[in-house]
């Protein structure tokens, strides 16, 4: 009876069933990589630069005081002037900045202190190079003294300030680029997947940037989009050199909110079954009560058209009634992958022909449907599980604070979305669904909440 069992086991059992070898055999080993071909997508980010930013930047580029001259009754007469305050407002889709100036005018009576209202009225826009700049500005330098009036009607002396005022204007800007780059840079950085003793990384190569429309509430707020072509290699893809940061792109119109990025993983099989290792203790899988020191080992998993092979080598003594043997032999299954709450499943896997055959021989040893349930057990993938860590790497390592603003981003959902089955490896696509925001200036912390006391 051993060496009958044995015989069975080492693959005769189509002799006895009149049927020739059935196994899907292994395809030929293809040089490459596994091919992630992603589609691009867009992570939004909602920038936000609060009011106080905005009049400390204005506050530092608009002259705080000035001096100069002009002609008055056949003489130059001097004037100096100095801000003492300002305010920022929004009106009609543009900035307004009101400020309080002192001047001091060398009239002939005498020198004389004059008050002076600077109202601006202007248009933020950022440029192609990430700077912030204004235009289409509107400048008032206006005076009720009477005297000042007087100069003014003779010889432009608010014209002078006003001119003065519009030059610095000119040159205001606001340099969006070290925290856009700073983004840029973490997000075309790979990250480290390991899962188990496979390897991944996930590559989010970007694209471009682009920019929507502004819009003026408490602060300046836009949409920025860096359109990125995502990926997850096993193994890990040699990594493209990294690019520069694009030119800003200014578009009609972004969709704002939570973003979702279509994510393609591919898998070589060579690495799917290092990542099945997960399923094995030791590389070993013991699944029978009935016999414990039964076990699966040596997974290998392969393609057969649409199909995924899974070749288990089954080992252990046996013993039931009069039969006492050892089994030595390899198991093959075949079924179509699918994805079910976001596991990697094979839920047809069935046993081939001949391989049923050797089942069936064993039946009174053996539960052969004990073995098919447990293969289909350790060939399950969480694939939600295991991207778990690229949910926390991307909302831990694109979230950063610099002495400027800081950058929030948050994944929320992870959802496979589909599985294809090619000749050297395996493609599964994963919706990310998060949100980010950056702000200018970083917001504070919301205090902590004290401990409720249960005394």
């Given at each position: 009876?051993?060496?009958i069992?044995?015989w069975?086991?080492?693959?005769?059992?189509?002799?006895?069933?009149?049927?020739?070898?059935?196994?899907?055999?292994?395809?030929?080993?293809?040089?490459?990589?596994?091919?992630?071909?992603?589609?691009?997508?867009?992570?939004?980010?909602?920038?936000?630069?609060?009011?106080?930013?905005?009049?400390?930047?204005?506050?530092?580029?608009?002259?705080?005081?000035?001096a100069?001259?002009?002609?008055?009754?056949?003489?130059?007469?001097?004037?100096?002037?100095?801000?003492?305050?300002?305010?920022?407002?929004?009106?009609?889709?543009?900035?307004?900045?009101?400020?309080?100036?002192?001047?001091?005018?060398?009239?002939?009576?005498?020198?004389?202190?004059?008050?002076?209202?600077?109202?601006?009225?202007?248009?933020?826009?950022?440029?192609?190079?990430?700077?912030?700049?204004?235009?289409?500005m509107q400048?008032e330098?206006?005076?009720?003294?009477?005297?000042?009036?007087?100069?003014?009607?003779?010889a432009?002396?608010?014209?002078?300030?006003?001119e003065?005022?519009?030059?610095?204007?000119?040159?205001?800007?606001?340099?969006?680029?070290?925290?856009i780059?700073?983004?840029?840079?973490?997000?075309?950085?790979?990250?480290?997947?390991?899962?188990?003793?496979?390897?991944?990384?996930?590559e989010?190569?970007?694209?471009?940037?682009?920019?929507?429309?502004?819009?003026?509430?408490?602060?300046?707020?836009?949409?920025l989009?860096?359109?990125?072509?995502?990926?997850?290699t096993?193994?890990?893809?040699?990594?493209?050199?990294?690019?520069?940061?694009?030119?800003?792109a200014?578009?009609?119109?972004?969709?704002?909110?939570?973003?979702?990025?279509?994510?393609?993983?591919?898998?070589?099989?060579?690495?799917?079954?290092?990542?099945?290792?997960?399923?094995?203790t030791?590389?070993?899988?013991?699944?029978?009560?009935?016999?414990?020191?039964?076990?699966?080992?040596?997974?290998?998993?392969?393609a057969?058209?649409?199909?995924?092979?899974?070749?288990?080598?089954?080992?252990?003594?046996?013993?039931?009634?009069?039969?006492?043997?050892?089994?030595?032999?390899?198991?093959?299954?075949?079924?179509?992958?699918?994805?079910?709450?976001?596991?990697?499943?094979v839920?047809?896997?069935?046993?081939?022909?001949?391989?049923s055959?050797?089942?069936?021989r064993?039946?009174?040893?053996?539960?052969?449907?004990?073995?098919?349930?447990?293969?289909?057990?350790?060939?399950?993938?969480?694939?939600?599980?295991?991207?778990?860590?690229?949910?926390a790497?991307?909302?831990?390592?694109?979230s950063?604070?610099?002495?400027?603003?800081?950058?929030?981003?948050?994944?929320?959902?992870?959802?496979?979305?589909?599985?294809?089955?090619?000749?050297?490896?395996?493609?599964l696509y994963?919706?990310?669904?998060?949100?980010?925001?950056?702000?200018?200036?970083?917001?504070?912390?919301?205090?902590?909440?004290?401990?409720?006391?249960?005394?």
């Amino acid at each position: 009876m051993r060496q009958i069992l044995v015989w069975v086991v080492l693959g005769a059992a189509g002799c006895g069933s009149g049927l020739s070898a059935l196994y899907p055999s292994r395809p030929p080993a293809t040089p490459g990589q596994a091919l992630a071909d992603p589609a691009p997508s867009r992570v939004v980010v909602h920038a936000t630069v609060s009011t106080a930013a905005l009049r400390k930047a204005l506050d530092e580029q608009i002259p705080k005081n000035g001096a100069g001259s002009f002609p008055l009754l056949g003489s130059e007469r001097r004037y100096l002037w100095q801000r003492v305050s300002l305010a920022v407002s929004y009106l009609q889709g543009r900035i307004g900045v009101q400020a309080q100036v002192f001047a001091r005018v060398d009239l002939p009576l005498g020198e004389t202190q004059f008050p002076i209202e600077l109202k601006i009225l202007a248009e933020p826009v950022v440029t192609s190079d990430y700077v912030a700049r204004l235009q289409s500005m509107q400048v008032e330098v206006t005076s009720s003294d009477a005297r000042l009036k007087f100069a003014q009607s003779l010889a432009g002396a608010l014209d002078k300030i006003k001119e003065q005022i519009e030059e610095k204007l000119r040159e205001f800007q606001f340099d969006l680029k070290p925290m856009i780059g700073e983004a840029h840079n973490r997000i075309a950085r790979p990250i480290d997947l390991p899962l188990g003793d496979a390897h991944g990384c996930a590559e989010l190569r970007v694209l471009g940037v682009e920019a929507g429309p502004t819009v003026l509430a408490d602060g300046v707020e836009k949409d920025l989009a860096i359109v990125i072509a995502p990926s997850v290699t096993l193994p890990c893809a040699a990594p493209a050199a990294p690019a520069r940061l694009p030119k800003l792109a200014n578009v009609a119109a972004l969709p704002s909110g939570p973003f979702t990025v279509s994510v393609p993983i591919a898998a070589r099989y060579e690495e799917l079954q290092r990542a099945m290792s997960l399923a094995f203790t030791d590389g070993k899988l013991f699944f029978s009560k009935e016999f414990p020191q039964l076990y699966l080992e040596k997974p290998e998993v392969y393609a057969s058209k649409d199909q995924l092979v899974l070749k288990l080598h089954i080992y252990g003594p046996v013993a039931k009634g009069a039969i006492k043997t050892t089994l030595d032999g390899d198991l093959y299954m075949i079924g179509h992958p699918t994805v079910i709450d976001n596991e990697l499943r094979v839920p047809d896997l069935e046993p081939t022909i001949e391989t049923s055959s050797f089942l069936l021989r064993l039946k009174a040893a053996l539960d052969g449907d004990s073995i098919r349930d447990q293969a289909r057990q350790a060939l399950r993938l969480d694939i939600g599980e295991r991207l778990a860590q690229v949910r926390a790497k991307l909302s831990s390592d694109l979230s950063f604070a610099d002495g400027q603003g800081c950058l929030q981003a948050t994944v929320s959902k992870i959802e496979v979305t589909g599985v294809h089955a090619h000749a050297s490896y395996l493609r599964l696509y994963v919706a990310l669904t998060g949100q980010a925001s950056v702000y200018l200036p970083c917001p504070e912390p919301p205090p902590a909440v004290p401990p409720v006391s249960t005394r």
